[in-house]
């Protein structure tokens, strides 16, 4: 069984920053894409990010340049850096891998940012 383990949210004012850290753990035979979604009050879950197995990332459009995506050096680790946070940008962020035709999500991460 493969979970995801997300860490790094919190509460942080208009303009800072926030770092959040996803491990997979379990059996996973390979290195796998990644990637980070978030879910705000009232609206649907969102994509923010994806990095494929051999580091390219890819963004929403809406972010204009201000998150970063990156593999960490344990296997299956992503990482998902946050500068020049807006209050728009509250939201619950969620780690996801599909492995063996499966979605797998983590439990989630609260981000609200103060204006």
């Known amino acids: 069984q493969v979970r995801l383990v997300e860490s790094g949210g919190g509460l942080v004012q208009a303009g800072g920053s926030l770092r959040l850290s996803c491990a997979a753990f379990?059996?996973?035979?390979?290195?796998?894409?990644m990637g980070w979604y978030r879910q705000a009050p009232g609206k649907e879950r969102e994509l923010v990010a994806e990095i494929t197995n051999g580091g390219a990332a890819m963004y929403a459009d809406s972010l204009e340049h201000r998150f970063t995506i990156s593999r960490g050096y344990a296997r299956n680790t992503v990482y998902l850096q946050m500068n020049s946070l807006k209050p728009e940008d509250t939201a619950v962020y969620y780690c996801?891998?599909?492995?063996?035709?499966?979605?797998?999500w983590g439990q989630g991460t609260q981000v609200t940012v103060s204006s």
């Open positions: 379990g059996s996973i035979s390979k290195i796998v894409p």
């Open positions: 996801n891998i599909q492995y063996l035709g499966e979605n797998i």
